[in-house]
């Protein structure tokens, strides 16, 4: 639509949902009956229903295996070590959907066979795929398992995703009731939430969305949660994703005059089991699209926790109380600004005495009547600006007509060159940036700069004396000529 509407094309939305519903009902149709591949290499031909999810209301139940899948081919037992997809009959394992993560756990068969489930996610419609590994025994097609989804994995989730709600009806009271959610993520670590707005929050702005936040966590709120026909919810004010598609019948989280969305997602009883809530990010994904990322209960305190951990580090290295610590950094910081500007004037006074003392003793001169003064010199590790500085004192110091090229290796893999024209030079038609680019090149780099003065940079330290000599060769061939020329 964002592409559509740079372009100012229009989009049929009406006839698009109509064109998708009826993809959708095709889809389901063709997937209604699964073949099973067996061993001896005939079909099996089985209708797998529907899951039943039962993980609303407990996080442990007995199913049986209706299928198994192993590297995305059905089968009918498979063993030890393998990673395996299950198809149960029922399910306590919540599989991916509406931005929240897939359940993890174990599924057991008596006391033979264990399965580690590391994600459940949907396929073939609305059947469960529990995707894992066997860790002991062997499973087969048929048989009874025990399903138990990890329940601090499942409570890490539900807090997320209850905080996911809370934040946007944050959202509407702090910035507008105009912006809406424009996708979600609610995983076991953090939860990410994408909004539709058209600029970056203020600071003040954030600050206000975690203390309503945490302060609705502490109203300690119990959530309702109803299945009701879509009409009715709608009615009752309830919040629908734009792109989501629903049944006759939706399930409504309410937070009672905090947040009511059409949600299926699994959620906590009461607000107060979310613990605290703390923004760690907001940011643009794309445009008109911004991004928050935050912690909510164990994570939040895992992430209060590391932060008080590295301030208490920091307190001690630099010997004040926490509340010290911002006055401390910023003198730091500037002492550090003095300390550099110090160092970056010695270097620029060591490399001028150290250009003086090579332009006595290594200047030559090109042409006769009229004497271009040229140095072209390696100044060993001498940095960037030092080098600027001492090929501008040059210039000034050996006067008109001068020619100056100095590089030189500041760091690992770093090249650094710099060209310096005098006037008279520069009005013979000779440009530095023009110079410089393909001596540059020769040091893998590149650069350019105004006929006078030109720097370039390269990461090639190991051709930068062939460069040179290079450089020598073409300025004494090159002004030769313009001698001449001039003649």
């Known amino acids: 639509m964002e592409v559509a509407d740079e372009r100012g094309v229009s989009i049929y939305m009406s006839g ?3 064109e998708m519903e009826n993809q959708r009902r095709q889809s389901q ?20 229903p529907d ?30 070590g393998n990673e395996v997809e299950v198809l149960l009959d029922r399910t306590p394992f919540y599989a991916e959907s509406g931005g929240q993560i897939g359940d993890r756990g174990v599924l057991k068969v008596n006391d033979t066979a264990v399965i580690e489930i590391a994600d459940a996610q949907k396929s073939l419609g609305n059947i469960f795929v529990h995707k894992g590994v066997i860790k002991e025994g062997s499973v087969a097609v048929g048989r009874e398992v025990e399903a138990a989804v990890a329940t601090k994995l499942r409570q890490r989730a539900k807090v997320h995703h209850t905080a996911t709600h809370l934040l946007q009806a944050a959202l509407k009271k702090v910035i507008g009731q105009e912006t809406s959610q424009a996708g979600s993520l609610v995983a ?17 702005e954030l600050t206000k969305i975690e203390d309503l936040i945490n302060e609705w966590v502490g109203d300690a709120t119990p959530l309702q949660t109803k299945v009701m026909p879509i009409a009715d919810a709608k009615s009752a004010g309830a919040i629908a994703m734009f792109e989501e598609k629903y ?51 164990d994570a939040f305190i895992e992430y209060v926790s590391d ?153 090639n330290p190991e051709n930068l004396l062939s460069a040179l000599q290079k450089a020598k060769t073409d300025l004494v061939s090159v002004l030769s000529e313009k001698l001449y020329t001039a003649l």
């Open 16 to 18: 698009f949902d109509i």
């Open 29 to 48: 149709a063709a997937h209604n009956t699964v073949k099973l591949t067996v061993e001896n290499g005939s079909e099996l031909t089985e209708s797998i």
């Open 51 to 80: 899951n039943e999810f039962i993980g609303y209301d407990t996080l442990y139940s007995k199913a049986v295996i209706k299928g198994l899948l192993l590297s995305g081919k059905p089968v009918v037992e498979v063993s030890q």
């Open 188 to 204: 076991f670590e953090r939860l990410r939430f994408d909004f539709n707005f058209h600029r970056q929050l203020l600071d003040l």
């Open 247 to 297: 049944g006759e019948e939706v399930r409504v989280v309410n937070v009672p005059g905090i947040s009511m969305e059409l949600c299926g997602g699994t959620h906590v009883s009461n607000t107060s089991e979310i613990r605290g809530f703390k923004i760690i990010s907001e940011q643009g994904i794309s445009s008109g699209v911004r991004r928050i990322e935050a912690v909510a209960g």
């Open 307 to 459: 932060r008080d951990h590295y301030m208490k580090q920091l307190c001690s290295t630099l010997k004040v109380k926490a509340e010290e610590v911002p006055a401390r950094v910023a003198a730091i910081m500037e002492e550090l600004r003095m300390v550099k500007t110090q160092v970056l004037a010695a270097n620029a006074k060591a490399a001028v005495y150290k250009a003086s003392v090579l332009a006595k003793n290594n200047v030559f001169h090109v042409g006769t009547s009229t004497q271009i003064r040229v140095l072209v010199e390696f100044m060993d590790d001498t940095d960037a600006d030092s080098l600027e500085s001492a090929a501008e004192y040059l210039v000034d110091v050996l006067q008109d007509p001068t020619a100056i090229i100095l590089g030189s290796c500041p760091g690992e893999d770093k090249v650094s060159l710099v060209a310096a024209f005098s006037p008279s030079v520069v009005s013979m038609g000779m440009q530095a940036g023009k110079f410089i680019g393909p001596i540059a090149k020769m040091c893998g780099g590149g650069g350019g700069g105004r006929p006078n003065f030109a720097q370039a940079g390269g990461r």
